[in-house]
């Protein structure tokens, strides 16, 4: 997936827009039902267009490794054209390790089929708001940064 | 069918070129983690020269590098690598962190710019490499998401993964501490810096090759 030229300008249209209220901090909660039907590029434009009005999203599920590295890729074709925009941060964080034996390594499986991975939070927000999120694998620590 | 048989054949060609020796080892890992250096250990131990400048700043390598014909020989076994030593992938690059390095403002905006250009080209590689070393910095959280996106796919597209722990000559490394992050793969701990574990480095090298 490609950003074209006009969604950079177009991006940075927004960026413009938003960089007036830069210093509220606002979180968007995302159900998994909210980009569910979405393909690769629905999902990336609907997380970038929330990460470019500066707001944190805390999403039910998780991306796909592809998805993940799309959502890179999109990032770094917009730092230098967004003014102030630096990337996101991002961290998932799952209960694919608490399923220890092999019944329940399956029933998750046939579940992530059906329904998507729905057992696990995916935090994004721009680095310009979110500091860092520090993980380990129990736990997700948001810092943001100060104004 | 005519798209068929020329799969089957490309696949056939690709088998035989592949068993010659002429593997595309790539190297991965966030900004700092010790790719070039670890790259630069291999070249050094075999051809006797660098592959790439390293430096203390953050995505100093900022092109795709490439050495061809890398002859590493164990046991008696030869085999010949593309070493392809990537920029490091991460999801934020802010211009004034270049600026602490001693840059000035206009040159820190520049590598910044050709620093997202370089993230952009490893991810583009990941589709052409037929192993992978992924490098982690041993000093720091391994947990971290540029780590996990990496490892993701490449099992998605079914590319064999080395996890190489780097810097243990460091107080701070902790290396059990990567291999409690990814139990499910190899991980080796060792200094490409200073060489130190450098031979089990080539022993899980040479394992990861047979996954090809």
Redesign the interface.
Known sequence: MVVKKKSVKKAAKIGKKIGKNASDLMIHFMPYSEIAREDTVGRIKKIMGLVLTNKIIILQGKL???E??RL??N???L??NIRGF???????ISGENEYKTLFDKVRRNIAKILVGEQDAITIIGP?SVVKE?????KKLELMLQRK | MIKIIRNFASRIFSGIFKKKGEIKLGFYGSPNAGKTSLANRICQDWLGEDLGSVSKMPHETRDIQIKEKVMIERDGKKIEFKLIDTPG??????FEDFMKFGLKRKKA?NV??EA??G??ES?KW?DDMDAVIVLIDSTM?P???VN??II??L??RDIPVLIVANKIDLKKSNVKKVQ??FPEYEVVGISAKSGDNIEEFYEGLFKLVKKI
Do not use: F
């Not at chain 2, 992938?89 to 802010?94: F, N, V």
């Open positions: 796909s490794p592809d993940e590295v890179i890729e990032s770094m074709m730092i230098g630096q990337g996101v941060e991002i961290a998932a680095a999120i520090t993980k380990d694998p | 992938i991460a999801t934020k690059i802010d905006q910044a710019k997202t250009q993230i952009i991810i990941l959280n947990y971290s998401q996990i996106t993701g796919n099992v998605a409690g992050a």
